[in-house]
């Protein structure tokens, strides 16, 4: 505002205000150029929750998140599942598994808390109960260790 008190000034007769003018113009499209990385960060940032969480994300991370942040991933997550709809046939496909490449099919989970039945591709149903331990396929149970219901046993 008195930048542009000043702006009226100078066009008036006061050219001794033009350097100031251009200084303060030049702070606010600094500040803006900060602003617009640090949005912009902060969106990466949430699109790289998505794959790391999945479609929900816990609530300790929401609660530091603004409303448009996530309406946001609201959008992200609804525009990523309807390409993956959209790609692999009838069921589509799932980017978000196997983020790294499996070394095997099958692996050796235990169960951190009780999640209840768990059903597997062929009918299968298990029931995952707190520390009992599984041998289940690496693509069905990825999801659940990266909500942190499973472990995978290294051995």
Not at 23 to 44: E, G, M, V
Not at 45 to 58: D, F, H, K, N, T
Not at 131 to 151: D, T
Request: aromatic share 10%; proline share 3%.
């Amino acid at each position: 505002e008195q930048n542009q008190a000043d702006v009226s000034e100078a066009k008036a007769g006061r050219t001794d205000l033009i350097f100031l003018i251009r200084f303060r113009h030049c702070c606010l499209l600094r500040n803006q150029r900060c602003i617009l990385a640090y949005l912009y960060d902060r969106l990466l940032r949430i699109r790289a929750l998505r794959w790391e969480y999945g479609s929900v994300l816990p609530n300790t991370i929401q609660f530091h998140m603004s409303a448009e942040e996530v309406e946001w991933f609201g959008r992200y997550k609804k525009s990523l599942a309807t390409y993956m709809r959209s790609v692999g046939g009838e069921e589509g496909l799932d980017l978000t598994q196997d983020i790294k490449p499996p070394k095997s099919l099958y692996i050796e989970v235990r169960c951190l808390r009780d999640y209840g039945e768990f059903e597997i591709d062929d009918g299968t149903t298990v029931l995952l109960k707190k520390n009992s331990q599984h041998f289940l396929p690496r693509w069905k149970c990825e999801q659940l260790i990266r909500q942190g219901v499973l472990e995978h046993i290294l051995s």
